[in-house]
């Protein structure tokens, strides 16, 4: 019998019925009316089956009193109704319960006895605070089609019905890029792009020239920058790292002050990108101090190796070197376009040419 | 004499009626075990429609007597098995206090108060 107990009760921990929380609340219930009569333990099947025989009384009183409500041609019940219920399921016990046919109700034994159940009774109320129960949980319905302010496809679907899905979760559209090429527009950005490179590189190299640094070896930073300003040992001074705008005080026209920080307002950001990381390795490299907004450089600074060529060729064809020397991403487009590059090499010599013949002063393109 | 008789029914049916209003009264003073959020979620599950919380509340103590007489009548059967067992005196003191609700004394019980004459009803059918 117990293994059967035993079975039966891990059968019904995994059957969970719709009810289980008035079943819980009526056991706690029933255990404490049995508790106040005098019982001081319980067996687990023996209170269960008591907490069923209670939630069955309660459910057929309440049966009963519409019953004869109904019968009184009433949907809602009143005290006699529940009287009349009681006395139907016999609660009563003895005798002198029982009410003779043709009495009234009100002076029914039953009633008399409840009386006197309250009054001799000890009251104990319910051990633990109940929530109204069962518990609504409302669902958020799908909108009609009125709702959504649709009106149905087919003329046989009415609008206070559910509204279809919307077209775009079950119907597959190619994906494509929607930015229009403007061809023209990107060349003329390339090169507004380009030439602020020059200045900035201009701007340094007069610095470079100004602190009389003829000689001077890259620091490995430099070098090292990613952005494919390769410095070689003994190469081009366009190749350094560009100077900080804000440090230099140059003509403002040439000057791209943008180029500082990252607040960049036209779409110049491969540029800072490009920059980055020379511009974190001169600071590195460059200054022991914080901002440094004046005229000389520092002493620290690693020094750059210069070397002058007279020769324009060598200039063009260091040049070139360095322009395959890159291996940012960002400045491919540069490659393979040769009217452009001859256009540039023209534009460097130019600059070279000037600071070369005035190197103490500054110059302006 | 029916009019007297009537006159007689109908006092007590004055009486009765404010001994049941008192009633109900007095039932708003006393808290049921059975809570009453159990009671009213049963009662609605079977059709019972009031909005008057002492209807509840009578129903709720007619529940709680219900249950409470069946109690009282198992744990009079659980003290009879446990005076019925005697096996040894010097273990008397040691015996089982604990009274425990069990399945046989509640469902000997229960069929005493539902069905009352049915130990008479089976005497007959054995005379039978």
Known sequence: MSDGG?????????????????????????????????????????????????????????????????LAGRTESNVFDIIQGLEDLGGSMGLPGTSAVGDCVTGSGIVKEIVEYVESAEETPFAQPLPHFPV????????????????????????????FPDKHTYVHSPVWNERVENPLADKIELARQRRKAESSLLSLQQRLVRSGATEASTSADIAAGGNGLVVAQSKNPFLAAPVQAGEKDVSPPVLPTKLSDGAIVENHVSLVEAFAPAIDAVKDGFYDSGTNAGKSLPDKRPTVQLNFKSGRKSIGESLDLSIRNRNSGKTTSWFGRDDERDDKKRRAELILRHSMDNPTELTQL | MNQGQQSNQGNRHHDDDAALSEFLASLMDYTPTIPDELVEHYLAKSGFQCPDVRLVRLVAVATQKFIAEVATDALQHCKARQAAVVKDKRDKQQKDKRLILAMEDLSKALRETLLPNYGYARELLEEI
């Open chain 1, 6 to 70: 035993k079975v039966g009760e891990s059968k019904r921990e995994k059957r969970a019925c719709a009810d289980e929380f008035g079943r819980a609340v009526s056991k706690i219930a029933v255990g404490q009316i049995c508790k106040n009569v005098g019982f001081e333990g319980f067996n687990e099947s023996a209170l269960e089956a008591f907490a069923d025989i209670a939630v069955r009384y309660l459910r057929d009183l309440g049966k009963t009193s519409n019953f004869y409500a109904n």
């Open chain 1, 136 to 163: 609504v949980r409302h669902r958020r319905m799908t909108p009609s089609f009125m709702q959504m302010g649709e009106t149905p496809v087919f003329k046989s679907i009415p609008a206070w019905l559910p509204a």
